[in-house]
Each structure stands twice: as structure tokens, then as C-alpha cells.
């Protein structure tokens, strides 16, 4: 009798469709911008800054995305973790500065690398006082969700005020790490590459862990159905908690890389990503991890040629191109299959 | 009469300002198939999530195993042994059908001889092993949704709606999957609104209206008294050839 | 009261209903009224037009926050156009009063179809992303307004004649009235006064009419209101539309009262989250909360403020580490903040919210 199903059920494999199309928007648009940009050098330049910048972004806005996907809790607070990031590297800079002129740049790659693991540290220590302390209480209340955080974040930012002072910090880049690299008549500043590299590896490793590993998988499962993981015996909650902790160091990280790109420290920087972050999810897809990358590549190159072609159409234009994808695909470019 | 493995003593559920189970008393022989039955909003599925932990209940008592679960949290109560499918089958469909079996294993690891043994129910299964499920058709999901809830064994099977919008020919699979499930020694407690399948898989039943059960006894009684379906069910004579 | 009471019919039938709360909205009402007598000076006139129209619109914020349970950060950019469409019109045409009509009517327009943009687009997929969505829209407006220079004037903004009555040197009478000149400046605040009066009288009557019952149903239970046959999107749009349109009104009577129109008066962050914190401690979807929110709030920004700028003087003086930082007048947001956290979780209900509450 085990055979019956089989009898009856047509035997035809469903079609695995991989949806590449939003994925390859990404190089569809950078080629299309070539002739617009018209020299072949400026072109590589720019879309190396893009990818740089695309990277940061990607990394400030994955833990966002994956904490509203698991937990349906939208942090407009998620820009505080990339101010402290940013701030936390001074207590970095301080004692090492003689790192960051020195002419070694392993000292110089060391000094940066120190400065994002203890941002990590203190942003994802935060993001867990967060959680409990402003998070928490408010918990399936969006309308009070969006005020709290909110304020969370207006708090926070004055409190960068108090300690670190009101006006703006220049920030040095290590002396090995300024500079471009010229290759024929293309300049890729190093520091832009070095951006790119980490924000792969940091995607190539967030990949790993959402697909190849347990937590990752309930992580996923989690963004989709919250309620059967909960049924499956699983604590849905610690998950949640190491989610935007981990979101949290992320956004960290991004805030250290953003600051050493801007070169200038304030406390509104995070705010002022925090707009561009929200795009990028929106564009993205609520909840989706390869959306927000593939969303913050696109705003990126669509910033950088905007910004190179007409100046003062750059924010505007990230505002466009959210329009036109939603006018596309309502949910954004990899909608999460939700309940 | 066998032991019940499941108890429900004055079951209230109020879901916000609503007001859905009125007491319910429910008994669950272990062994058995118990068939829930009853109209649509007689709350049924508020009665299966109330004993996953999903609503909270208001008033009264859920024992499972002999030991107090009302106010366990839904992890801890499928940690307890109760596996749930809810009406919406509660597949992930972003993950493979592999992924959704392996997140119902505790440790990770499914035992090869169960698999082998879930493959022969549904061998849709089998096939489709490495696609995301959201690929599969509604019958296979369904079927997905029962090999995840079986993927161990558990002390007791919640079960919403299983042959709900599936075409005769696989609801006839699914009757056959559910036999032979029975033949192992599971314990069930399937929310059915096809009086059909309730008749064929039945052992006990009991019947809802309104928030209160309303009637229990053996399957077999109801399904000989048709006056009886008429009153509760509100069947008529050829509904339920 | 009786229904056919003419205070009835103002008020569309919704009254204060405390006893504390209609002493307290009497004692605004009258001190407005006759600020210009009270209050001689133009400092304290200062501050009540101000108040006048940030009771505007902050009632109009309620409208979308307390009445249709939709948060949006667009709302200064609505109050921005209505600033701007009399900046522009002022100072690229003579002063007169046809040339305002155009800008204001300009304005309106503008704001109302933004909205509509905005509602239709963002609110038909799930109320959160119109937060995101205002959010990102108006930050890229002030930017886009700071940056048009030829047309705003950017940062600097632009600063501009308005109709000759309303200027300071213009005499209604040639003698004072109980003492004070009836110049310009003062017919400015009645005009100020007594549209925001009217403005407020409307807002009433709009959630009081079966309309705003529907909103407050969908901010209810948005699930059921669809299935009863009501449209969520277009209500909610028609609603965000209503409120831009008054907070547009509430920038035009800023625009004239300051006769300066620029960035950091209009469009700025802060005076977002000025209008969110006078909403939560006035009462959010209690119209009269707006009345005492915007009251307190500026008040104490104009007095305590200055206090605590003294406070954190005096600690410095101490010499007491870290704590004159906490207190500066720059920290003003600091403590904003911590007090509409705090409300949100707490005080949820508002002042208006707890005069009734003690009440019954």
C-alpha cells in the first residue's frame, strides 16, 4: 500500500526556478552607465566606489532586515549602532596612533582590524541593552515600536554629543591604506578595495551560516513562520536575541568602515544611513538577506553615477529607483514568503 | 478504556476581545485516533492551538502525560513530546524539503530507517528531496507537513485539517498514510471536517459547537446514527456516502 | 448639554468631558485670544503665535498618528511646502495678497498630491513601510529644498515682504487700544489665531463625523474594517491628505508670522520629533491634546530651556565632572528624548488621557 501515493500523484519534478533577474541588475545597470559616464576611467572609479559603498551599506542594513524578518520589530533605531561603531574606534585610535602613521601596513591593517572587533564588541554589548531595555517591552506594538526606537535613537545620539562633543571629528585613514591604486588609467582608491574585500568575506560567511548550518537554517525558517518554529520545539526568542545582537556588531562594523570613509566623524551619521538603509531593505525585501545585498549594490551604483552625472539628484535618486522596483515587484526584489 | 495521554479540563481562550472556547472537556486516549469534529468557528483550530501554547488559555486545564502544560510556553510543550500541523501546513517554503525535515529532528540527524520508512508513505518525498518546498503542490506539502511532524516519534500527533482543498485521489493517500501511521501505536488527534475520511480513521470522537464539546463517544456509534450527525453536524443523508 | 446647543455644534459634539481639562483649554483659549493685551512685548507674542500654530499642526499629526494609527516622518515636509509656497511667492512677486493666495493655493496642491503619492503608494503593502517610506521621502526633500538654491534660497532660506497689513510699521488705529498699538504685527497673530482656531474647530468636526469613526475603526482593527466593506487604503490616504493639507495651512501661518523661510524652520529633523513628542504628552488621538501639548512644549522650551542652560552654568561652576554636559541648553533633545520614551511606555494616554481618567 506504500506504493498508492506514487500512482497517483504525477510523476513531473516542479521546475527550480533561481530568480537571477534581480541579481543581475547589478551589472545590466553598471554597463548601461558606461557610455552615460562616457570615460572608461571614471567609470571604473566610480563603480569601485559603489561597490565600497554598496558593501558598507550591505553591512549596516543585514541585521535590520534579518530582526524585522524574524521578529517583525522595525528598529528606526538601527542608526544608533553605526554612530557608536563609528565613535567606539576613538577609544581605538587613541592608544594606537602610533599604528596608524606608522609606514608598516600590517600595523596599519591591524589598527583597523582592531577598531571594528571592539566596535563589534561594544555595538553588539548595546544592541543586547537595547533589546531588553527598549525593544522588549514593546514587543508586537509597531505603532509604539516606531515611537520607542525612535526616541531610543534620538537618546543615543545625544549621548554621542555628551561624551565624544558636538561637532565633527576628522578621522585619519593608517597611513598605508590612503592612497589609490592605478591600474592603466583607472584609480581605485585602496581603501574602497579593502571595503569591497571585507563586505564579500562578511557576505560569503553570513551565507555559510544561513545555509549551511543549523542556526542558520532556523533563522531562515524563523523570518517565514516564526510561530511553527516555536511548534518545532525551538526557542524562538534566544534566536531572536543573538539575531540583533549579531545585526547589531554588524551595523558596527559598517559604522567603523563608513567613518573611515567619510573620513569625518558626527553623530548623525547613522541617522543619515539609517534613510539610506531603509531603502535598500524596502528594495530588498522585508526579511531577505540576498535582497538587501543585492538592494544595497544597486543603490550604491545608482548613487554613485547620479551623484558623478547630476549632483544634486543623488538621494533623490536612490528615492527613484525604490519607486521604480516597487512599481515592479511591490514586495521588493526577493519577497519573503511570509504565512 | 485506555489511558488518555491528553486532558482538557474547562478550556477558556479568549483571543483579544473575543471570547471562543466556552469550557471545553476533551479526553485523548493513548493509542488512539481521535477525531475532532464540527462546524466552521465551532473553534476547532483554536482547541489544537490552545494546546500548543499558541493562545493562551483563559481558565481550566491542558494535561499532557499527567503533568499541568497550560501555561508551558509552545517550545517547551513540543519539547514535551506533541507534534503540531497546523491548517496552513506551516511549511517553509525557502528551504528544502530536507531542511524542513531536519529542522523537526532534535539533534539535526533523521534516523536513515524512518526516513526510509516516511519515503514509503509519501514517496513525493523522496523525489523532491532537495527543492524548496514552496515548489511543491498542495497534496505534497501536506504530506511534507506530516513527514515533519513523524520525522520522530512523538507522544501525540495534533493534526488541523490535513485533507482540506486536496483533490479525492490524494485524500484517499492521505487516508491510507494515516492507517498505516496507526498500525504503529501513534496517538492522533485530527481536526477533520471531511466526514468521510472521519469515518474511515476514526477510533473516538468528539464533537464541537460553539466553543463546548458537544458530544463523545466511539466513532463507529456516530457513524451508524445518522439522527445523531443530523443534530450535530448538521449532515444530510447524502453528505456522507 | 443639548444637541442643538451652539457650543455643541462647534465643538461637533465632542467636549473635554473633565472638569480640569475644560478649566485648562478655557485658560489657553482666553490667554491666546488676548496674548497682544496680556502679554505686551513682543517676545511673549512671540511664543503664542507660535503656539497657535504648532496646535495645528500637531493636531493634524494627530489626525494620522492618534486617529488613523499611521506613523509618518513626512509630516515637517508638508509644513515645509506650506513654508515655501509663501517664501517663493513673496519674494518672486510683489508682496500682495494675490500673489499669497497663489503660493498658499500652490502649496496645497502640491502637498495634497505628494500625499496621495505617498498613501497610495506605501500604505496598500503594510502601514510600517510607510513609516520607512515618509521617512526617506522627506529626508530627500530637505536635501532637494537645500540644494535648489535659486529657488529656495538653500541653506540660508529666503527672506521676504508679506502683504503691507500685515508688516510691523502698518497702524490699524491711530491711537492704542487698552494701551497697546494695534500695528501689523498684531494683526499677524489674529490672523494666525483665528485660522488656527477655525482650522482646529474643522479637525474636530472631521474625526467626529462618520469619516474619522471610520478611521478610528481601521486604527482599530484594520483586518475588520476591510471585511465590513470598508476601503483601509483609501481611507487612510484620504486621511493623509486631510493632515498634509493642514500642517501645509500650519506652515503658511509660520511663514507669515516669521516673514523667513528656510531649512532648519521647517524641514528639519527636530522639529519632527517636536511634533511627535507634543502629540504623545498632550494624549495621542484626543484632538484637544494637541492644545495642551503644543502649549507645554513650547512654553517650556522657551522658559526651561533658559533654566537649564543656567542649571548646567552653575554645575560647571562646582566644578562637577561630566553632569554641566548632561544639562547643557545644546542637550535640550537629550532630555526630550528620555521624556518621550518614557511617555510612550508610561504615560501613553497623554495628559489629556489622565485629566480623564482622574475624572471617573
Known amino acids: ?339 | 478504556m485506555k489511558d488518555a495521554i491528553l486532558r482538557l479540563d474547562g478550556v477558556h481562550t479568549h483571543i483579544g476581545q473575543y471570547h471562543i472556547l466556552h469550557g471545553i472537556d476533551l479526553v485523548v486516549p493513548r493509542g488512539q485516533l481521535t477525531m475532532l469534529l464540527g462546524r466552521n468557528g465551532a473553534g476547532k483550530t483554536t482547541t489544537l492551538r490552545t494546546i500548543m501554547g499558541l493562545w493562551q488559555a483563559s481558565k481550566g486545564h491542558v494535561h499532557f502525560d499527567g503533568r499541568d502544560i497550560t501555561k508551558l510556553s509552545t517550545p517547551d510543550i513540543a519539547q514535551a513530546g506533541i507534534a503540531y500541523v497546523p491548517e496552513n501546513m506551516g511549511i517553509f517554503a525557502d528551504l528544502t524539503v530536507r531542511e524542513n525535515m531536519i529542522l523537526a529532528a532534535r539533534n539535526g540527524e533523521i534516523d536513515p530507517k524512518r526516513l526510509k520508512w516516511i519515503f514509503g508513505l509519501f514517496p513525493a518525498l523522496e523525489k523532491f528531496w532537495s527543492l524548496a518546498a514552496g515548489t511543491l503542490s498542495g497534496g505534497q506539502k501536506q504530506m511534507l507537513a506530516i513527514a515533519r511532524a513523524i520525522v520522530e516519534p512523538r507522544e501525540l500527533l495534533l493534526i488541523d485539517e490535513p485533507t482540506k482543498g486536496l483533490a479525492p485521489a490524494i485524500i484517499m493517500n492521505m487516508i491510507q498514510a494515516f492507517r498505516e501511521l496507526k498500525s504503529t501505536g501513534a496517538t492522533i488527534l485530527l481536526v477533520e471536517q471531511n466526514f468521510m475520511a472521519a469515518r474511515l480513521l476514526g477510533d473516538s470522537v468528539a464533537v464541537m459547537d460553539d466553543g463546548r464539546v458537544v458530544h463523545r463517544g466511539a466513532m463507529a456509534e456516530l457513524a451508524e446514527d445518522t439522527t445523531l450527525q443530523q443534530k450535530l453536524l448538521g449532515l444530510s443523508m447524502d453528505a456522507h456516502q | 448639554m443639548l444637541p442643538n446647543n451652539p457650543i455643541h455644534s462647534i465643538l461637533s459634539g465632542d467636549y473635554p468631558r473633565s472638569k480640569a481639562l475644560s478649566v485648562a483649554l478655557v485658560i489657553v483659549l482666553v490667554s491666546l485670544a488676548f496674548a497682544p493685551f496680556l502679554f505686551p512685548g513682543s517676545q511673549p507674542l512671540n511664543v503664542a503665535a507660535k503656539i497657535c500654530v504648532f496646535v495645528i499642526l500637531v493636531a493634524s499629526y494627530d489626525l494620522l498618528l492618534g486617529y488613523t494609527g499611521i506613523v509618518s516622518f513626512a509630516h515637517t515636509m508638508f509644513y515645509g511646502i506650506g513654508g515655501y509656497g509663501v517664501a517663493i511667492a513673496m519674494y518672486n512677486f510683489n508682496a500682495g495678497w494675490g500673489a499669497l493666495g497663489l503660493g498658499v493655493l500652490a502649496a496645497l496642491v502640491l502637498a495634497m498630491l505628494l500625499a496621495l503619492l505617498i498613501g497610495l503608494f506605501s500604505l496598500r503593502v503594510r502601514a510600517i513601510f510607510f513609516a520607512m517610506i515618509t521617512l526617506a521621502v522627506a529626508s530627500a526633500f530637505a536635501i532637494l529644498a537645500s540644494q535648489l538654491n535659486e529657488i529656495t534660497g538653500g541653506e540660508d532660506g529666503r527672506s521676504y515682504r508679506i502683504p503691507e497689513m500685515l508688516r510691523p510699521a502698518f497702524r490699524l488705529f491711530d491711537e492704542p487700544v487698552l494701551g497697546v498699538m494695534i500695528n501689523g504685527r498684531i494683526l499677524t497673530y489674529y490672523l494666525i489665531f483665528f485660522a488656527a482656531l477655525i482650522l482646529f474647530l474643522l479637525a474636530l468636526r472631521v474625526v467626529n463625523s462618520p469619516f474619522g469613526r471610520v478611521l478610528q475603526a481601521i486604527r482599530e482593527n484594520d483586518f475588520r474594517a476591510e471585511a465590513l466593506g470598508y476601503r483601509v487604503v483609501v481611507y487612510r490616504s484620504i486621511a493623509n491628505c486631510l493632515s498634509a493639507g493642514m500642517a501645509t495651512l500650519a506652515g503658511v501661518l509660520m511663514a507669515l508670522w516669521l516673514r523667513y523661510t528656510g531649512p532648519d524652520t521647517t524641514l528639519s529633523f527636530a522639529i519632527m520629533i517636536d511634533i511627535l513628542l507634543m502629540v504623545v504628552i498632550g494624549g495621542m488621538g484626543t484632538l484637544y491634546g494637541a492644545v495642551l501639548g503644543a502649549t507645554i512644549f513650547i512654553l517650556a522650551q522657551n522658559y526651561l530651556q533658559v533654566l537649564m542652560g543656567q542649571f548646567s552654568g552653575m554645575l560647571e561652576a562646582a566644578g562637577i565632572p561630566l553632569l554641566p554636559g548632561l544639562f547643557h541648553a545644546d542637550r535640550w533633545l537629550l532630555w526630550l528624548g528620555i521624556l518621550f520614551v518614557l511617555s510612550v511606555y508610561f504615560f501613553p494616554v497623554g495628559i489629556v488621557g489622565k485629566l480623564r481618567q482622574m475624572k471617573s
Open chain 1, 1 to 339: 500500500m506504500t506504493a498508492v501515493a506514487a500512482t497517483t500523484e504525477t510523476v513531473s519534478l516542479p521546475k527550480v526556478k533561481t530568480d537571477w533577474l534581480p541579481a543581475l541588475l547589478v551589472p545590466i545597470l553598471a554597463v548601461a552607465a558606461l557610455p552615460l559616464v562616457g570615460s572608461f576611467s571614471t567609470w571604473v572609479t566610480l563603480t569601485v566606489a559603489a561597490l565600497a559603498m554598496g558593501m558598507m551599506i550591505f553591512l549596516m542594513a543585514s541585521g535590520l532586515t534579518l530582526v524585522f524578518g524574524l521578529m517583525d520589530v522595525l528598529n528606526f533605531g538601527h542608526g544608533v549602532f553605526i554612530s557608536f561603531g563609528a565613535y567606539v574606534s576613538l577609544m581605538v585610535l587613541g592608544p594606537l596612533a602610533g599604528w596608524v602613521e606608522s609606514p608598516n601596513i600590517w600595523l596599519n591593517i591591524g589598527v583597523l582590524l582592531a577598531c571594528i572587533v571592539v566596535a563589534m564588541l561594544v555595538t553588539g554589548a548595546l544592541g543586547y541593552a537595547f533589546e531588553r531595555v527598549v525593544i522588549r517591552p514593546v514587543y508586537g506594538q509597531h505603532l509604539k515600536q516606531i515611537l520607542i526606537t525612535m526616541g531610543g535613537m534620538i537618546v543615543a545620539e545625544q549621548m554621542i554629543h555628551v561624551i565624544w562633543g558636538a561637532s565633527p571629528i576628522p578621522l585619519r585613514l593608517p597611513e598605508g591604506l590612503r592612497g589609490a591604486i592605478v591600474v592603466g588609467e583607472a584609480a581605485m582608491e585602496k581603501y574602497r578595495v579593502i571595503a569591497v574585500v571585507l563586505g564579500l568575506l562578511v557576505f560569503g560567511l553570513m551565507h555559510l551560516l544561513l545555509n549551511r548550518t543549523k542556526i542558520g537554517l532556523l533563522i531562515r525558517a524563523g523570518v517565514e513562520n516564526a510561530e511553527m518554529v516555536e511548534a518545532l520545539g525551538y526557542r524562538i526568542r534566544r534566536l531572536f536575541v543573538g539575531v540583533f545582537i549579531a545585526g547589531s556588531a554588524l551595523a558596527g562594523l559598517g559604522g567603523v568602515l563608513w567613518a573611515f570613509y567619510r573620513q569625518t566623524l558626527t553623530a548623525g551619521m547613522g541617522m543619515e544611513v539609517n534613510v539610506l538603509i531603509f531603502i535598500v531593505i524596502i528594495i530588498g525585501g522585508l526579511g531577505s538577506i540576498g535582497g538587501c545585498f543585492v538592494g544595497a549594490l544597486l543603490v550604491a551604483l545608482v548613487a554613485n553615477y547620479t551623484g558623478f552625472l547630476a549632483p544634486k539628484l543623488a538621494l533623490g535618486s536612490s528615492i527613484l529607483l525604490m519607486v521604480l522596483i516597487l512599481l515592479w515587484r511591490p514586495q521588493g526584489l526577493y519577497p519573503v514568503a511570509k504565512r
